[in-house]
């Protein structure tokens, strides 16, 4: 059966809907990064561009950094976000946009985020480099799809127990990231840990302006959490969503943060765009190698 056009959307010019992208526009191997302006500060690395759009806060640029096909696609901020890009580059490359048919051979793309957050941890600090092992999902979005066999039930009931974890929230799901794509990106200049993805950036992330927390402890308590060694080592707004579809769709996903402030420490790197630009030349030439 086809997929129905108000389910598959495509521009007049044969693009899928958001990303104004089409199959031919992008590479195996993408980075996504979150601000459209970071879109140039990665592909200015690159050899040649033989190909720009942007559509709202989708940007892609697709060329070559020392002989690799890369393409570069910001998303904009947080996981309902997240849950586009990933849908239509999935369709990309696995629905047949002709017969609207899931194509019989489907094609895992290696999908590598780089990004920035914030450290919880004083023993990580500012200008550090953070490989996320797994991503924990405070948000709720994967609920609406069927995560069986994503999760990992022991660490999850342990992050609930050990932060009394209100049933009036969406169960966190904790997602491995991809194991060859850590081999491949990680060094001695990297650390090691689990993200916790939450759904915004205030409330959600601890934060207080005007408005009280549903536990204003919740933070202190994501810090002091420990599975057998496994630490939450920084907050952000993507990765869970990013790695609970990429296993979804047999995807290869993984992230990388420039860690621009520790939370536990109070302090705020004094060169963030440096700390990024000095992630997205370590994350190319490991693409590469």
């Not at 056009?5 to 993408?30: F, T, V």
């Not at 586009?84 to 899931?102: Q, S």
């Not at 601890?206 to 920084?234: C, E, H, M, P």
């Amino acid at each position: 059966m086809s997929i129905k056009e108000s389910e598959l959307i495509l521009n007049p010019n044969g693009s899928i809907y958001h990303l104004n992208l089409r199959p031919e526009n992008i590479s195996n191997s993408i980075i996504l990064v979150g601000d459209q302006d970071r879109v140039e500060k990665v592909s200015r690395y690159f050899d040649s561009i033989e190909f720009k759009t942007q559509k709202r806060e989708f940007k892609t640029h697709t060329g070559y950094y020392k002989d690799k096909r890369i393409s570069v696609v910001s998303t904009g901020i947080g996981p309902d976000n997240i849950d586009i890009v990933l849908n239509e580059l999935d369709a990309l490359v696995n629905i047949d946009f002709k017969t609207r048919h899931i194509k019989d051979k489907l094609t895992s793309l290696n999908i590598i985020r780089i990004g920035t957050s914030g450290s919880l941890q004083k023993d990580i600090p500012v200008d550090a480099f953070v490989i996320s092992t797994h991503g924990l999902d405070l948000n709720g979005m994967l609920h609406a799809y069927n995560t069986n066999g994503i999760g990992n039930a022991e660490i999850e009931n342990a992050f609930i127990e050990q932060t009394n974890w209100c049933e009036d929230k969406a169960k966190p799901l904790i997602i491995k990231g991809s194991s060859l794509l850590e081999k491949k990106l990680e060094s001695d200049k990297t650390h090691k840990g689990l993200t916790a993805t939450a759904g915004g950036f205030y409330g959600p992330q601890g934060r207080v302006l005007r408005l009280g927390l549903q536990d204003s402890d919740l933070n202190a308590k994501i810090d002091a959490f420990n599975f057998n060694g496994t630490r939450i080592t920084n907050f952000e707004m993507e990765t869970s969503a990013i790695f609970g579809l990429s296993k979804l769709m047999g995807h290869e996903a993984l992230s990388l943060n420039a860690i621009i402030a520790n939370r536990a420490s109070g302090t705020f790197s004094k060169n963030p765009a440096k700390t990024i630009d000095e992630l997205i030349k370590y994350t190319l030439d490991k693409i590469v190698e």
